[in-house]
């Protein structure tokens, strides 16, 4: 996916605060951050959305979780909590089809989200 953004983010291609990376995984500040901490967590292989994960991507979507987790432990929100949130398709307003997890922290969070 030689015109995908986050592809290209992944690959180094596009400039980004990267905050975690590893063979798989790479984890970098949002460009328009919703909260203090605002890190999005994505596969560097192209998977569209939620709905294109295969039984193959278990494991890598596994991994997504635990990156956040430790992400979440290096920006020093995991004792006060923190919001994972992985918006799929039109009604939830995905905007940038390659999966990614968003971490928000550093803030109270309102639930019902909006
Ligand atoms: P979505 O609405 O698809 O769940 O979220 C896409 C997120 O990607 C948004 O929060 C948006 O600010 C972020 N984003 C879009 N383009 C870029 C970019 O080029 N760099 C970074 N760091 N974040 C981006
Ligand atoms: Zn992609």
Same mark, same amino acid.
């Given at each position: 996916?030689?015109? *995908?953004?986050? *592809?290209?983010?992944?690959? /180094?291609?596009?400039? @980004?605060?990267?905050?975690?990376?590893? +063979?798989?995984?790479?984890?970098? /500040?949002?460009?328009?951050?919703?909260?203090?901490?605002?890190? %999005?967590?994505?596969?560097?292989?192209?998977?569209?959305?939620?709905? =294109?994960?295969?039984?193959?991507? &278990?494991?890598?979507?596994? +991994?997504?979780?635990? #990156?956040? &987790?430790?992400?979440? /432990? &290096?920006?020093?929100?995991? +004792?006060?909590?923190? +919001? %994972? #949130?992985?918006? @799929?398709?039109? =009604?939830?307003?995905?905007?940038?089809?390659? %999966?990614?997890?968003? %971490?928000?922290?550093?803030?109270?969070?309102?639930?019902?989200?909006?």
């Amino acid at each position: 996916m030689e015109d *995908c953004i986050f *592809c290209r983010i992944g690959k /180094r291609e596009i400039e @980004s605060m990267v905050v975690y990376e590893d +063979r798989e995984v790479i984890a970098f /500040r949002d460009i328009n951050p919703q909260a203090p901490v605002h890190i %999005l967590v994505i596969p560097k292989k192209h998977v569209a959305g939620v709905n =294109d994960l295969g039984t193959e991507d &278990q494991t890598l979507a596994g +991994r997504l979780i635990l #990156v956040a &987790q430790k992400v979440a /432990r &290096q920006e020093g929100i995991a +004792r006060n909590g923190y +919001r %994972l #949130v992985i918006n @799929s398709g039109e =009604d939830a307003g995905q905007a940038v089809h390659h %999966l990614h997890l968003h %971490l928000l922290g550093g803030r109270k969070m309102k639930w019902p989200p909006g």
